[in-house]
């Protein structure tokens, strides 16, 4: 019988599923997942907790499942401590598990990384509970030509402020998070454009409409950056929050554009612990804007900002009540919305600069957009009583 490790252990306590996990570390690189003999306690089986490119282990490592073969297994760990680690589910491969931790917390540091590739048409990984895609190292999960990656719990894409996680999906393959009630967390140095859908969509991440989205979080002087693009038009997320609350310090920002897409919260939160930079940009032609169906806070006192962008030309918007809500624009041409009546909110918020409005005629890069600076402005009109 396998005999338990102390990394196991630690595991153990934090997962209570894994409490009769052996583990198995790829001790020969590439390894099939199949071949006993690349690994310190055979091939991986269900109920173990798997180790590539980690102490224990070789480094890097690479483990490859290509005989469309379906596995399933307690967890992963892909990358740990000054370790690289690379899984490759390819050819219809099919793998589950519980936990997926790709370089995360105070066991790797910032040489680590862990990658996932899932590619090809039927390849699909599918992760029961909390993923964790970097942390204090750095991790990436690519979908690939027809992969799929489904996640049933929240996911936690990076955290300190010198590392990066990545999600990866091109035109065939679809990456979902699949049940309600997740937590989607971009954090750390990323910088990441994405598309958002709420059914299963190749190129898309699919999202439940009750998921929640946090843009910035975690220590240090960092900002994470997410784009929006048009193909997440009509996307509704739960509730948003940008640099907001716990685990954040003050001077983690989080930027958020939405660039051509109407995009709908239940409630959000800019700003809060850090600085929340959110930025909607129109596009001529449709109906493209922010609405907020819950509660809005937008903190002042620490720069953070909703930057309204009408790419048209400049007009008188004005604060308006229509069909219910309170809309900042006018009649056909609105950037942000908040349900219900709350003139004198939105008054005060663009009174003192919580709220901007800007008039360009060209679509700035997100990443290098300024606040007062957008390339083909033609004016920054911010609204007088």
Excluded: C
Aim: charged share 10%.
């Amino acid at each position: 019988m396998r005999k338990v490790t102390a990394a196991a252990v630690i595991v153990m306590v934090t997962l209570a599923s894994a409490a009769f996990a052996d583990d198995t570390y790829l001790t020969s690189s590439p390894g099939s997942w199949t071949d006993d003999g690349v690994w310190s306690a055979g091939a991986p089986q269900a109920g173990d907790m798997v180790h590539v490119g980690t102490g224990g282990g070789i480094n890097p490592g690479t483990a490859n499942i290509s005989d469309a073969g379906s596995y399933s297994i307690e967890g992963i760990w892909i990358g740990q401590g000054s370790s690289k680690g690379t899984l490759n589910v390819t050819d219809g491969s099919t793998l589950a598990m519980n936990g997926l931790y790709m370089a995360p917390w105070d066991w790797s540091g910032p040489d680590a990384k862990g990658t996932l590739n899932v590619i090809g048409s039927g390849s699909t990984v599918s992760v029961a509970g909390d993923a964790y895609i970097g942390g204090e190292g750095n991790g990436e999960v690519n979908a690939i030509g027809g992969g799929v990656v489904n996640f049933g719990a929240s996911v936690w894409i990076g955290h300190n402020g010198n590392v990066a996680g990545t999600l990866s999906v091109d035109a065939s393959s679809q990456i979902n998070l699949t049940s309600n009630g997740t937590q989607l967390r971009f954090r750390g140095a990323g910088s990441q454009t994405l598309d958002f859908a709420n059914t299963p969509t190749n190129g898309i991440i699919g999202v439940k409409t009750d998921t929640v989205l946090w843009v910035g979080q975690g220590g240090g002087s960092t900002t994470t950056y997410l784009t929006m693009g048009s193909a997440s038009n009509g996307v509704q997320f739960g509730s948003l929050y940008m640099a907001a609350f716990d685990w954040t310090s003050g001077d983690t920002v989080g930027d958020l554009t939405m660039n051509g897409a109407a995009v709908t919260f239940g409630d959000a939160g800019i700003g809060g612990e850090g600085v929340g930079k959110l930025h909607m940009i129109q596009t001529p032609g449709m109906v493209d804007g922010l609405t907020i169906n819950g509660s809005l806070g937008i903190q002042s006192g620490n720069a953070s900002i909703v930057d309204l962008v009408f790419d048209n030309d400049t007009f008188a918007y004005t604060v308006f009540e229509s069909g219910g809500y309170t809309m900042i624009g006018k009649s056909d041409d609105w950037a942000l919305r908040w349900l219900g009546s709350h003139a004198g909110e939105l008054e005060t918020m663009l009174g003192d600069g919580r709220i901007t409005v800007t008039f360009a005629n060209t679509i700035p890069e997100p990443a290098t957009m300024s606040l007062l600076v957008l390339g083909g402005v033609a004016a920054l009109i911010r609204r007088k009583k």
